[in-house]
């Protein structure tokens, strides 16, 4: 078998495999993050348990009614996006002139009642969902083995990704969000319906995340809980990238997945803190972050 | 004609009200005193010295979101550093004094909280309650992996021993009296810092950061001293609660704590001298009350719940609520 490093080659790109997807779900939830920071101003504790919401939705889905793979791609980000409209119009919009310290911490409480919620009826020992038909099995590459259903995953998440930069970029919609962004209350002023729009941002950021907990869903074990621990390392893929820039955001997320799978093979101890470890560094050379543009 | 300013009559009655306020705090301090020194003698003494070293936890959480505005999410780090630190020295050396293995455990904390500090005051607002929570993250996998904490077994049996190798603590008596003793000089601490010049540019940063740089203030410094403070005191609080229950473990070091902490302090009270220490006895009592319950499984959704509430309707916490009540009926 070939080696490179002293590492066979199939080893090394079946992490860097698996590195590139659980990058694709790091670029997904921290774009989500920082989508919802450039309009609202906060950071999304909840983000995590909208991600396991978005999970357990098409597993229950799937039980329940029997509902497939592609219908729950797009219904269970819909539902869970209601859910966030509604949570940002009932919950976060009474406190929106307060200090932002104080919706960062409602949303941390309503992480804790979602999970708490759910572990109570689900248990945590995890859901089994099927890998849809279409994406049984995979190819052989001649240096390694790839699953469809992995390269899908990588695929999705990269076109979302494109989609969410481009609407940002390059439509009106986007347009009114950077605008609102900069100066929400001149953009008020100007006739547009800024508290619908902070609305409808929180919901496309949260759907963002759901997306990624449907695509989690078959290669993932799906409990309450899974969502808690991601987060925390996409915060730190959020402070390494900084939140100015949507492509920023994406980039770092996939390179963090791709460094954590490289230490899988390298030195497997320190697989779980790499990304920490890159934080540290990074707010020693650089403390605005990679693509930050404030302080 | 600068005299006149400070003979007028307005300002004279001024300073009185200012004494009278003061008298009233230390006789409401007095009142405490007296009651946690009867206490043990009515309720468990280790349940009150749960609430003593989770109230000195969080009185020093509080001196950094209270005081200085900074929301630290990662200061579990530093109660299971305090912790860890205290039990393996204790557990391994069998001549030590607790004393001197608490006086290592806030070292070693003091030292952790100097380097979160130094990282994170590089970034401001929310940012540093992300890189707060990142880097306790990392300390959890440190503390997970790493051999001398017993990883997810924990510390167990860890020996309270004599204090100052005369007093021993093995008696829950003696015990709580010592971490009363302890509480009330974390406690004195902090008071005293709020109070001093020192604490007032912290107030000052608070409220308008640029404003107190301007000013010719070393605001990151300040900062920094204040962070470590906090640390080497949440510390301190980790250290004693581990000689108290004789373990240590990874829930101390795990997230939901760090939550917790912040959760204490809130329905407490932020900003308030009085609010974290009721706070945790609030928290601590009802996570005691409901692990008896039928409601055990749901303590995580309550306190959820709790915290929702405390943000959209007591935002001033318990204390706070209570001195607007006061002022608006009494004054």
């Known amino acids: 078998m070939s080696m490179i490093f002293g590492v066979p080659i199939a080893v090394l790109s079946g992490q860097l495999l698996l590195g590139l997807i659980n990058g694709a779900f790091y670029a997904l939830l921290s774009l989500g993050l920082a989508v919802i920071f450039g309009l609202l101003k906060i950071i999304n504790f909840a983000h995590g348990a909208f991600y396991m919401l978005g999970a357990l939705c098409t597993v229950v889905l799937f039980n329940t009614l029997g509902v497939n793979y592609w ?225 | 004609m600068t005299t006149s300013v400070y003979a007028s009559p307005a300002r004279k009655s001024v300073l009185e009200q200012k004494q009278r306020s003061e008298r009233r705090k230390l006789m409401l301090y007095g009142a405490f005193f007296v009651i946690a020194l009867i206490a043990p003698y009515v309720v468990y003494p280790v349940f009150l010295m749960k609430i003593l070293c989770f109230a000195l936890f969080a009185v020093a959480f509080n001196l950094l979101l209270g005081y200085v505005g900074l929301l630290s999410f990662g200061h579990a780090a530093f109660l299971a550093t305090g912790g860890y630190t205290t039990g393996y020295l204790l557990s391994t050396y069998s001549g030590l004094t607790p004393e001197l293995a608490i006086l290592a455990g806030t070292s070693a904390s003091t030292l952790l909280g100097l380097g979160f500090g130094l990282l994170a005051i590089r970034r401001q607002g929310i940012y540093f309650a992300m890189i707060t929570l990142a880097l306790a993250q990392l300390v959890f996998f440190f503390y997970v992996q790493s051999s001398f904490t017993g990883g997810e077994d924990g510390l167990h049996g860890i020996p309270r021993g004599k204090l100052l190798g005369v007093i021993n603590l093995a008696d829950n008596l003696a015990m709580y009296y010592f971490v009363l003793a302890v509480f009330v000089f974390g406690f004195a601490v902090v008071h005293r810092m709020v109070h001093s010049p020192y604490g007032h540019v912290l107030k000052a940063i608070k409220e308008n950061e640029p404003r107190a740089t301007s000013l010719g203030y070393n605001v990151d410094r300040y900062k920094l001293v204040a962070f470590v403070i906090s640390a080497a005191l949440a510390g301190l609080a980790g250290s004693v609660k581990t000689i108290v229950f004789q373990l240590a473990s990874l829930n101390d070091a795990h997230w939901h704590m760090s939550g917790e902490v912040v959760l204490m302090t809130l329905v407490g009270g932020v900003g308030t001298l009085l609010g974290p220490v009721v706070g945790a006895a609030f928290v601590v009592s009802l996570e005691h009350q409901l692990a008896q319950s039928a409601l055990g499984d749901w303590v995580n959704v309550i306190l959820g719940v709790i915290f929702i509430l405390c943000v959209l309707m007591f935002r001033a916490g318990i204390i706070g609520e209570f001195q607007k009540f006061y002022k608006k009926n009494f004054k």
């Open chain 1, 71 to 295: 219908v729950a791609l797009i219904l269970a980000p819909l539902i869970v996006g209601v859910v966030g409209v509604l949570i940002e119009f009932f919950l976060l919009r009474k406190i929106a002139n307060e200090d932002h310290i104080y919706s960062l911490l409602l949303t941390f409480g309503l992480a804790l009642v979602i999970q708490g919620v759910l572990t109570n009826i689900y248990g945590v020992s995890g859901l089994r969902y099927p890998i849809p038909e279409v994406f049984r099995g995979g190819v052989n590459l001649g240096f390694m083995f790839l699953p469809y259903y992995r390269a899908w995953v990588i695929v999705a998440a990269l076109v979302v990704c494109i989609g969410t930069w481009f609407m940002i970029e390059k439509t009106k919609l986007g347009s009114y969000l950077r605008a609102g962004t900069e100066n929400s209350q001149l953009m008020q002023a100007f006739g547009i319906n800024v508290p619908l729009l902070v609305s409808l941002t929180y919901g496309f950021g949260v759907m963002l995340a759901a997306f990624a907990g449907v695509l989690a869903a078959p290669i993932y074990s799906v409990t309450p809980v899974m969502g808690a621990n991601i987060l925390i390392i996409v915060f730190a893929v959020v402070v390494i990238g900084g939140m100015g820039s949507i492509l920023g955001a994406v980039i770092t997320g996939l390179a963090m997945g791709i460094i954590e799978g490289l230490t899988k093979v390298f030195y497997p101890e320190a697989s779980s803190t790499v990304i920490f470890l890159v934080m540290v560094l990074v707010l020693l050379v650089r403390p605005s972050g990679l693509f930050g543009k404030e302080a």
